[in-house]
């Protein structure tokens, strides 16, 4: 099916792990880049991650730098976001979302941008308590 649908979301204690799921159904992950996002209450939706399978290309914003980690299974059309060392500024509901292929010199690029990314997810929300 042409949709996206996370899984894994949760209330956890801050410094725990949650492992959170994008199933992209017939978004094939060699034909799309996934993109994580949060969006806290009252707050613009931000990038978390992004990954190009393709060329095996990650990203991360700052915030999460070694401790979020984004993969794919292009098999399974599957996209997990593994989040460790979690914080209360990590609340929020997380958004995967797809965008068509992106290029940069020559080598696919995801982009931290939402409005490059055209299809969305329900959401999943991430609770960490302090």
């Known amino acids: 099916q042409w949709r996206l649908v996370e899984s894994g979301g949760g209330l956890v204690q801050s410094g725990g792990s949650l492992k959170l799921s994008c199933s992209t159904g017939?978004?094939?992950?060699?034909?799309?880049?996934i993109g994580w996002f949060r969006q806290a209450p009252g707050k613009e939706r931000v990038a978390v991650s992004c990954?190009?399978?393709?060329?095996?290309?990650?990203r991360y914003a700052d915030s999460v730098k070694g401790r979020f980690t984004i993969s794919g299974d292009n098999a399974k059309n599957t996209v997990v976001l593994q989040m460790n060392s979690l914080k209360p500024e990590d609340t929020g509901v997380y958004y995967c979302?797809?965008?068509?292929?992106?290029?940069?010199?020559?080598?696919?690029?995801?982009?931290?941008?939402?409005?490059?990314?055209?299809?969305w997810g329900q959401g999943t929300q991430v609770t960490v308590s302090s």
């Open positions: 990954i190009a399978t393709p060329d095996n290309v990650t």
């Open positions: 979302a797809a965008a068509l292929p992106s290029m940069l010199a020559g080598k696919h690029y995801c982009r931290m941008n939402s409005t490059q990314y055209d299809y």
């Open positions: 017939e978004f094939e992950l060699d034909f799309y880049h």
